[in-house]
């Protein structure tokens, strides 16, 4: 497998996990103010996975050329 195919592999996994955290602060958010304490927890999770992802993308874009 070459590099393109595996980034492009991560890239896949990265959005499927950016989604799910997106979704899972989305429904943090319409349970307010249950769980408020979980706020930071969640965003973070969700900052991290997508700052994740766009890094991976600029590193395929890169790698393509």
Known sequence: MS???TL???I???STQATQAKMDLHDLSEELPVN???I???A???YDLHAK???ARAQ???LQG
């Open 3 to 5: 590099d393109i195919d």
């Open 8 to 10: 492009k592999a991560e």
């Open 12 to 14: 896949k996994k990265l």
């Open 36 to 38: 408020w304490e979980n």
């Open 40 to 42: 930071p927890a969640v």
């Open 44 to 46: 973070q999770k969700c």
């Open 53 to 55: 992802l766009t890094e």
């Open 60 to 62: 395929l874009k890169a």
